[in-house]
Every structure is written in C-alpha cells, then in structure tokens.
C-alpha cells in the first residue's frame, strides 16, 4: 500500500513538473487575472441594462403655463375672465413591438462580446505561448552554449599541451580563446532572451511569475480543423446576428408612436376645465425616410456576409501556410538529426586523429563549429515548430 502511495505521489509530482502543467498554470493565471478580460463582463452587463431600458416607455413630459393673461396683469385675474393656470400631462407611448425588437438587438449584441472575448483570449494564450517558448529556448540555447565553452576549453588544454613542444601554433591558441570570447557573448544574448521572454509573459499575466526551465518537446500539430469553429468567424456570424435583428426593427419603424395627453386648466371667475386628447405619428413619407432604414441595414448584412466569407478564406489559408511550414520544418529537424549524427561521428574521428597527431586543430574546431550549429539549430527549430503549432490553435 505505502509503495502504491509513493508511486501515486511521484506520478502527480511528474504532472506538476511536466511542461505542459507548467505552461498550463501560467495560461489558467492569465485567463484569471489579466485585467482587460474583466472589460468584457462589464461590457455585457452595459448591454444587458440597455435591453431591459429598451422595453421601458419614455418619461412623462408636464407642462406648467400661464394662458391669455394681460400685459398690465400678467397672471390670471377676474379683470380678465379668460386668463387661466393651465397644468398639462403627455405622455409617448411607443409600440411594444418596437421596444421587444430593439431590446433584442441589445440582448444579440451580448453575445458579439462573448465572442470578442473568446478572440481575446484565444490572442491571450498565443502570445503567452510564444514568449514561453522562447523563455524556455533561452536555457537550452544556454545549455548549448555551456557544452560548447567547455569543449572548447577542453581543445585549448589539448593545444597548450601540443604548443610546450612546438606542435601547435601560437595562432591556434589565440584562435580558441577567441572562440571563447564569442561564447560569452553569446551567453548574454541568451540571457537577454530570457529577460525580454519573461517580462512579455509578465505582462500577459498581469503578475510577476517564478518559472523553471524545462527541456522542450516538439508538439503535434492540430487536426481536425473546422474554419466554422474559428473565434473569428463565430464573432463575425454572431454580428450578423445583429444586424439581423436591426433588420426586424427597422421593418416597424415606420407603425405609429402614440401619444396621450392632458391638461387642467384654473380660470379666475370661469368653471376650470379639462383637456384630454391623442396624437399618432403618419407614416406619410415611408419611401423616403423609414424604408431607406431598412435597405441601409440589408446593405450592411450584404458587407459583413462579404466580410465572412474573405474570413473564411482567410483563416483556411492562415491554417495552410502554418501547416506547411510545420511540415517543411519537421523534414528539415529530420534532416539536421542526421547531420548532427553524421558531424558527431566525423568528429570523433578527428579527435582519435588528434591523438597521434595526424589531424589540425583548425579541422577539429571547424568540425566542432558544425556540430554546434547544428545543434543549435535543431532546438531553434523545435522552437519554432512549437510556436508554429501556438498559432494554429489559436485559429481553432
């Protein structure tokens, strides 16, 4: 049992530390705590307040008034029987059918948020991806670099030996230490790297974050890709939507607005009186005015239909190109495979001709120069392959 136990636990531990759990948290981190996503909740509950207002009638107007009172009397007096204090109410009152429309086109536009959300997070998690792939690029281009000091330390020892007895040129000497120079430099480049790498995963998060190198392993790239299933598509069929639904509403423009009215009205040394009364709009000039509504909206349906489909095609033709340049570079990471195979063994030739002194030092470092370009870019590539793969399910 306690052996079952101990094995569980170093399995889950294996989980935690594994890439994928890592890269993984620092995604979850983003997803909770970059600050523009909180935008997108607001955004909704603006829209949601707007659909609920869409419904309501307009507030009542009243109207206080001083009527038919005299220059030398301005206010109501017997002296002028007809002069009154009149108090008057209105109402407008808008269709129902209108307002139920126009607060479904605000309720359709909550769900474009939605979708621009998902576009943001979808461009969130690949730019996440890409500055950790090169984070964790920068240490192995380090490891790399590290090997490469350490042979080339190990050659000079080899020709300050061989240079005690003359077998070596002074220019061999100078040679290597100069390569060690390069090195160094090249180590700063790494750490660089990583800085400009860790400050953009930083940013992305919205935190400061505490990362572990780990060795990079070439993903897969995705399949199954449906252009239906892209964010951006989905937003651009949820704004069509919308536009839809302003279709509807726009169809009802021209059906009458309704107004109701009344007034009271205090006379001096008359009987008070009452006014009540009703107005609707006419929709005398449907041709010119309410019906070019509805044909501004088909247009812009007709423009965002366009809009989908070069989309569309676009997105096919994003997955494609990202496609083949995943598959180019992975014959390519085939081919250097072979390279590094075929450089190493040339090398160790080379090195068993050293002993007996039958090769030059020269030969062995352009060897050497080879292979760890080789090398090099064989983790680059990987590099690469991994961040061409970030794209592609971005676009999913």
């Given amino acids: 049992m306690k052996a079952f136990v101990s094995l569980f636990l170093g399995v889950m531990l294996l989980i935690q530390l594994s890439p994928g759990g890592q890269l993984e948290e620092l995604v979850n981190r983003a997803l909770e705590s970059n600050p523009l996503l909180n935008s997108f909740k607001h955004k909704r509950n603006a829209l949601e307040h707007r659909a609920k207002f869409s419904l309501s009638l307009p507030n009542p107007s009243v109207r206080l008034s001083l009527n038919n009172f005299a220059t030398n009397y301005p206010y109501p007096t017997k002296k002028n ?59 192995v281009y380090e490891d790399i670099l590290e090997k490469i000091y350490s042979e080339i330390e190990s050659l000079l ?45 930083e940013s992305l998060v919205g935190e400061k974050v505490e990362l572990k190198p780990e060795k990079g392993q070439l993903l897969q790239f995705p399949k199954d890709f449906e252009v239906s299933r892209n964010v951006s598509v989905r937003k651009l069929l949820r704004e069509l939507e919308v536009i839809k639904r302003k279709i509807d509403r726009k169809k009802v423009e021209h059906l009458p607005d309704i107004s109701l009215f009344g007034g009271y009205m205090l006379r001096p040394d008359l009987p008070d009186m009452v006014s009540v009364g009703v107005s609707a709009t006419l929709p005398v000039w449907y041709e010119k005015r309410e019906k070019l509504l509805v044909l501004e909206e088909q247009e812009n349906l007709n423009s965002k239909k366009a809009e989908l489909e070069n989309t569309k095609l676009m997105v096919k033709g994003k997955y494609e190109a990202l496609k083949d340049t995943y598959m180019t570079g992975r014959e390519i990471l085939k081919k250097v495979d072979e390279e590094i195979s075929e ?24 060897t050497y120069r080879n292979l760890w370009s ?10 690469e392959l991994n961040q061409t793969v970030a794209k592609a399910e971005a676009l999913q």
């Fill in 374 to 383: 080789l090398e090099l870019m064989r983790e680059k590539l990987i590099t």
């Fill in 343 to 366: 450089k190493r063994k040339e090398l160790e030739a080379q090195l068993l001709a050293l002993e007996y002194e039958k090769e030059d030092i020269r030969e062995i470092l352009r």
């Fill in 81 to 139: 029987p007809m002069s009154s204090v009149g108090v008057y109410l209105s109402q407008r009152y808008i269709l129902p059918q209108k307002r139920i429309l126009q607060s479904k086109v605000e309720s359709e536009k909550k769900s474009v948020v939605s979708a621009s959300e998902e576009v943001y997070k979808k461009e969130l998690v690949k730019k996440l991806k890409l500055a950790y792939y090169d984070y964790q690029f920068s240490f």
């Fill in 157 to 201: 020892k080899v020709a300050k030996d061989r240079y005690t007895y003359g077998k070596v040129l002074l220019s061999d000497l100078i040679l290597l230490k100069t390569e060690l120079i390069k090195v160094e430099e090249e180590k700063q480049k790494a750490l660089r790297l990583r800085e400009i790498a860790l400050a953009k995963i």
